[in-house]
């Protein structure tokens, strides 16, 4: 299948990462009141407090799948300016036959998706160098 061609790490599962989240209690490990609260404290300050108080996981198959089959000329494109291309963190042929396979918009691919998200990141890293939430902050002390 094309879409293996794509590799994906994960470090949420470095032996470091699993032996931290063994080690705390299993009731600071969950909320009803808030969504993955011990992930929530781990990332404060390097992750958006926006993105921190969602209270839900993204249930969006349908509008991915439906995405996928309407952007396909835009996705292909990306393959051949990607940045995570240029980076060597991808091979070229791989993300072009991943993103032109007849496959893209009926078989589920974990790494595709977080290639893609990688990718948007990165542009928008290029773009905008200090995120919107840090500009204040960033500007401040340097004066």
Not at 29 to 52: I, N
Not at 77 to 84: G, H
Request: overall charge negative; aromatic content about 6%.
């Amino acid at each position: 299948m094309i879409m293996r061609e794509l590799v994906t790490d994960s470090p949420f599962c470095d032996d470091k990462v699993i032996e931290a989240c063994l080690s705390v209690r299993a009731e600071a490990t969950a909320s009803p009141w808030a969504y993955k609260p011990l992930l929530v404290r781990a990332m404060r300050g390097l992750v958006p407090d926006e993105v921190l108080t969602r209270t839900t996981k993204d249930h969006s198959g349908h509008e991915w799948f439906s995405g996928l089959k309407l952007q396909r000329p835009a996705l292909a494109a990306l393959a051949e300016d990607s940045l995570l291309v240029r980076y060597g963190l991808v091979d070229a042929d791989s993300l072009r036959r991943a993103l032109l396979s007849p496959q893209l918009s009926t078989v589920p691919s974990q790494p595709l998706e977080q290639t893609l998200g990688h990718e948007m990141w990165l542009r928008d890293l290029e773009a905008h160098p200090t995120p919107a939430y840090l500009w204040k902050e960033h500007h401040a002390a340097a004066h």
